[in-house]
């Protein structure tokens, strides 16, 4: 099994209107169409979909919001035996996507449930990989619990991923949480970032067996602890937006690294140039899939294949 812990919540995404009520400035206002979302939470629909056993743990409101999420994860076939329910509301993504399907966002996660989210006593024996990121590594006080999370289980050996997914609006202390980011990174296997990302953070650090680099349509590059560095072009797809694009990634790479038997970090080490082409193809791939459609909607793998 693979967890999956962090948040979920809802994306309020712009659909392009012919016509509409106008705004102040006098041009019309997009209808948002509510969608099922976060990157833990997209990840975690993303590897059902391409058919691992995955669990998600996460603290969900008992709100419509919040029953509509715990049933997208249902019918993707993943377990919610971890997820913890509370009365607050479900937080609000606000999406703006740009000309070139890119994706910007505004949170509205004040007093909402998953930043309540409470370290679990323990998680199933078969987890073979924990997978974290974005806001829940923010958002205090359950930020600090997902955080326990991590150094647990990656010190009972548990094949950790990390995509950090920055997120600047809502990191009230850059450098803070800089400092706590590279305090992360020895209980990390393998790292996930986006270039943006790297940026944000200062570079590309060193430290985790392997850090992907998501490049948009430059591909992905993948750099090893042993010195190596293999790149795959993107697949080529007309994109619709950018939405749970990076999430599918990393749904991608923990499926081909599961069906390879290489959820450890000695197994990272022998993949070999050849391996991770493979790998970096399909989660290219995977990835196309979601930019070509509204919204985080990530593929089967039927889809990829």
Same mark, same amino acid.
């Given at each position: 099994?693979?967890?999956?812990a962090g948040e979920s919540?809802?994306?309020?995404?712009?659909?392009?209107?012919?016509?509409?009520?106008?705004?102040?400035?006098?041009?019309?206002?997009?209808?948002?169409?509510?969608?099922?979302?976060?990157?833990?939470?997209? /990840?975690?629909? #993303?590897?059902?979909?391409?058919? /691992?056993?995955?669990?998600?743990?996460?603290?969900?409101?008992?709100?419509?919001?919040? /029953?509509?999420?715990?049933?997208?994860?249902?019918?993707?076939?993943?377990?919610?035996?971890?997820?913890?329910?509370?009365?607050?509301?479900t937080t609000l993504a606000? #999406?703006?996507?740009?000309?070139?399907?890119?994706?910007?966002?505004?949170?509205?996660?004040?007093? /909402?449930?998953?930043?309540?989210?409470?370290?679990?006593?323990?998680?199933?024996?078969?987890?073979?990989?924990?997978?974290?990121?974005?806001?829940?590594?923010?958002?205090?006080?359950?930020?600090?619990?997902? +955080?326990?999370?991590?150094?647990?289980?990656?010190?009972?050996?548990?094949?950790?991923?990390?995509?950090?997914?920055?997120?600047p609006p809502v990191i009230?202390?850059?450098?803070?949480?800089?400092?706590?980011?590279?305090?992360?990174?020895?209980?990390?296997?393998?790292?996930?970032?986006? +270039?943006?990302?790297?940026?944000?953070?200062?570079?590309?650090?060193?430290?985790?067996?392997?850090?992907?680099?998501?490049?948009?349509?430059?591909?992905?590059?993948?750099?090893?602890?042993?010195?190596?560095?293999?790149?795959?072009? #993107?697949?080529?797809?007309?994109?619709?937006?950018?939405?749970?694009?990076?999430?599918?990634?990393?749904?991608?790479?923990?499926?081909?690294?599961?069906?390879?038997?290489?959820?450890? +970090?000695?197994?990272?080490?022998?993949?070999?140039?050849?391996?991770?082409?493979?790998?970096?193809?399909?989660?290219?791939?995977?990835? #196309?899939?979601?930019?070509?459609?509204?919204?985080?909607?990530?593929?089967?793998?039927?889809?990829?294949?």
């Open positions: 099994m693979i967890v999956v919540l809802i994306d309020l995404v712009p659909r392009p209107a012919a016509a509409g009520p106008a705004d102040g400035a006098g041009g019309p206002l997009p209808p948002l169409l509510p969608r099922l979302g976060g990157g833990p939470y997209n /990840t975690a629909v #993303a590897l059902g979909r391409l058919g /691992t056993r995955t669990a998600f743990c996460s603290r969900v409101s008992t709100d419509g919001f919040g /029953t509509a999420l715990l049933e997208g994860l249902r019918s993707a076939r993943v377990d919610t035996s971890l997820v913890q329910r509370g009365p607050e509301p606000v #999406a703006s996507v740009g000309s070139d399907g890119s994706a910007g966002y505004g949170f509205y996660a004040r007093g /909402t449930a998953d930043r309540l989210f409470e370290l679990p006593p323990q998680l199933p024996p078969s987890t073979r990989a924990l997978a974290l990121g974005t806001c829940s590594l923010v958002l205090e006080p359950g930020a600090s619990a997902y +955080e326990a999370l991590l150094r647990r289980e990656a010190d009972r050996g548990v094949f950790t991923l990390l995509d950090p997914n920055i997120r009230p202390d850059a450098d803070a949480y800089r400092s706590r980011f590279a305090r992360w990174l020895p209980y990390v296997s393998l790292l996930k970032l986006s +270039e943006e990302d790297a940026r944000w953070l200062g570079g590309v650090p060193r430290g985790p067996a392997a850090v992907v680099l998501t490049r948009g349509v430059g591909g992905l590059t993948v750099r090893t602890r042993a010195g190596a560095e293999i790149s795959v072009p #993107a697949a080529p797809v007309d994109v619709v937006d950018t939405i749970g694009a990076g999430d599918t990634v990393n749904a991608a790479l923990l499926h081909q690294l599961a069906v390879r038997d290489a959820l450890s +970090e000695r197994a990272l080490d022998a993949l070999g140039a050849g391996g991770w082409r493979d790998v970096l193809g399909f989660a290219a791939r995977a990835a #196309a899939v979601t930019c070509s459609r509204t919204g985080a909607e990530p593929p089967y793998e039927a889809e990829v294949s």
